[in-house]
Nanobody, 120 residues
Framework: EVQLVESGGGLVQPGGSLRLTCAAS????????MSWVRQAPGKGLEWVAG????????TYADSVKGRFTISRDDAKNTLYLQLNSLATEDTAMYYC?????????????RGRGTQVTVSS
């Protein structure tokens, strides 16, 4: 059974940083592209960043490029998202997604999410 468990969210002031973690199990993690998507209140899912299997290729939405960094540790079956220079518009539930590099797939497995709230 595929399991994706996100953690690391919280309340942070504008300009602050957070590191999100996604612990994966139930599949051969290193063989799959992985990505992060987010959903702000009242809005649809938005793709944020993706990393290819092997970790040698990453891609970002324009809205987060230069501020967020996606990475993976295949030995630990873990996906990360470093969030820097956070802004209020980054407030959302963040989800990791299996098997997708770029874009939103409503059928792809994802976890329950971790809430990021940016507020002063």
């Amino acid at each position: 059974e595929v399991q994706l468990v996100e953690s690391g969210g919280g309340l942070v002031q504008p300009g602050g940083s957070l590191r999100l973690t996604c612990a994966a199990s139930g599949f051969w993690f290193r063989a799959y592209d992985m990505s992060w998507v987010r959903q702000a209140p009242g809005k649809g899912l938005e793709w944020v960043a993706g990393i290819a299997n092997g970790g040698d290729s990453t891609t970002y939405a324009d809205s987060v490029k230069g501020r967020f960094t996606i990475s993976r540790d295949d030995a630990k079956n873990t996906l990360y998202l470093q969030l820097n220079s956070l802004a209020t518009e980054d407030t959302a539930m963040y989800y990791c997604t299996k098997g997708v590099l770029r874009g939103v797939s409503h059928s792809a497995p994802r976890g329950r999410g971790t809430q990021v709230t940016v507020s002063s």
